[in-house]
């Protein structure tokens, strides 16, 4: 079964660090780029970071860019996102998100999500 | 940045009958090879989001095809055929040309 399984997560203090972690299964994983999405409470989606396939293109988007460092490891199927100097406003779901192979952006196949809460 | 606009933002739909989205771009989606790149996101109550449509037009693998996509540069439209309980949620238009490219707002539908 094609899947992405996220751990991580938890309630952390502004200012604080935290890892997220996406692994993945049932597909080539070093043929796919990855993304990581997220979902403040009751808000839309916000596409904060990409990563093609090889590492060698990363995009930030400009609420995280300096603070967040994504990264892969192709051996262990793996997708991460080190999230530092976090603030109230990262509170949010986060999801590692396929990218589908072909043009452009299509994200076919989402993790479960993971919780992180930045609060004093 | 190219902005993404939806509308109606809350759709009320009785099962068996059509409905339909609308999702405007801020620029032309269309690139000189045909593609326009459009895609649509439901994400039902309690759950991770799920594509819907890719290109504008293509069904992702597994989607109904009660379900259909259409429209052209900065006007697009979402169409479900005949709306089933399980169509329930909020669906995202989200442009695929730029990385890092914006969602629309969320339509939530739901069962009048």
Redesign the interface.
Known sequence: EVQLVQSGGGLVQPGGSLRLSCAASGFTFSDYSMNW?RQAPGK???????ISSSSTTI???DSVKGRFTVSRDTAKSSLYVQMNSLRVEDTAVY?CARD?R???????I????TMVTVSS | DIVMTQSPLSLPVTPGEPASISCRSSQSLLKSYGYNFLNWYLQKPGQSPQLLIYLGSNRASGVPDRFSGSGSGTYFTLKISRVEAEDVGVYYCMQALQPLGAFGQGTKVEIK
Not at chain 1, 44 to 50: C, D, I, M, N, T
Not at chain 1, 102 to 108: L, S
Request: a negative charge.
């Open positions: 999405v839309g989606l916000e596409w904060v970071s990409y995009y930030y988007a999801y589908r072909g043009p452009g952006h299509a994200f076919d989402w993790g479960q999500g």
